[in-house]
């Protein structure tokens, strides 16, 4: 997430601009979705962030010291939630790429081979996660020490509390396939998995 300073002492956090204009998804994700879940939900929570923050000596730091900063901290919960869902869903936007899905850049697929068995295999992984992963939630491509893992999270939690480098994203709550899937949350991460993923940004996150 982008800080803009402001003054010497304060940040405001910006919500960081869509990689792609609001259609280049369609029809896997109808530009439809996409304003509402990037024009309402990310933004959301951008703004909640700045407001409860106001003011406070946290306005001085990054989006990341923030949630490191609140995480499990009971008095916190509000500042954590929308901190990481402003994390959460810009590394989301940058998962997805209008010409996704196909192979992963050769390095990448080495080693989802070494850690899955094969690129299928991983693919079926992160579906499988995706639907059993109840309620709202995320799932994640993550490397753990030395390991390609499939990771899901509730709500607003993040592999970045976890010692984990996320690699790449899928947002599985509702919001992300509503209004295009219903109530399929498999046909939608399929859909994102075959048309929309995007390996590069795993494969420059693995560097
Ligand atoms: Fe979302």
Redesign the pocket.
């Given at each position: 997430m982008l800080s803009l300073d402001l003054n010497e002492t304060t940040m405001l956090h910006v919500q960081w601009p869509l990689p792609y204009a609001t259609n280049a998804l369609d029809p896997t994700i109808s530009a439809a979705t996409i304003a509402v879940?990037y024009g309402k939900?990310?933004k959301g929570y951008v703004d909640a962030l700045n407001e409860l923050i106001a003011g406070t000596e946290l306005t001085m730091l990054s989006l990341e010291e923030l949630i490191a900063e609140t995480a499990g901290d009971p008095a916190s919960v509000a500042i954590f939630n929308n901190a990481a869902q402003s994390w959460n869903?810009a590394f989301?936007w940058r998962s997805l790429r209008p010409k996704g899905g196909g192979e992963p850049p050769l390095a990448l697929k080495q080693r989802i081979e070494a850690s899955f068995g094969s690129l299928d295999a991983c693919k079926k992984k992160l579906a499988a996660a995706a639907t059993s992963q109840f309620g709202s939630g995320w799932v994640w491509l993550v490397l753990d020490a030395d390991e390609l893992k499939v990771i899901r999270t509730s709500n607003a939690e993040t592999p970045l509390t976890m010692r984990m480098k996320p690699l790449l994203a899928i947002?599985v709550?509702e919001?992300?396939y509503y209004l295009d899937y219903q109530n399929s949350r498999l046909d939608y991460v399929n859909a994102v998995l075959d048309n929309k993923i995007n390996w590069g940004f795993a494969a420059t996150n693995l560097e």
């Amino acid at each position: 997430m982008l800080s803009l300073d402001l003054n010497e002492t304060t940040m405001l956090h910006v919500q960081w601009p869509l990689p792609y204009a609001t259609n280049a998804l369609d029809p896997t994700i109808s530009a439809a979705t996409i304003a509402v879940h990037y024009g309402k939900h990310h933004k959301g929570y951008v703004d909640a962030l700045n407001e409860l923050i106001a003011g406070t000596e946290l306005t001085m730091l990054s989006l990341e010291e923030l949630i490191a900063e609140t995480a499990g901290d009971p008095a916190s919960v509000a500042i954590f939630n929308n901190a990481a869902q402003s994390w959460n869903h810009a590394f989301y936007w940058r998962s997805l790429r209008p010409k996704g899905g196909g192979e992963p850049p050769l390095a990448l697929k080495q080693r989802i081979e070494a850690s899955f068995g094969s690129l299928d295999a991983c693919k079926k992984k992160l579906a499988a996660a995706a639907t059993s992963q109840f309620g709202s939630g995320w799932v994640w491509l993550v490397l753990d020490a030395d390991e390609l893992k499939v990771i899901r999270t509730s709500n607003a939690e993040t592999p970045l509390t976890m010692r984990m480098k996320p690699l790449l994203a899928i947002d599985v709550w509702e919001h992300a396939y509503y209004l295009d899937y219903q109530n399929s949350r498999l046909d939608y991460v399929n859909a994102v998995l075959d048309n929309k993923i995007n390996w590069g940004f795993a494969a420059t996150n693995l560097e």
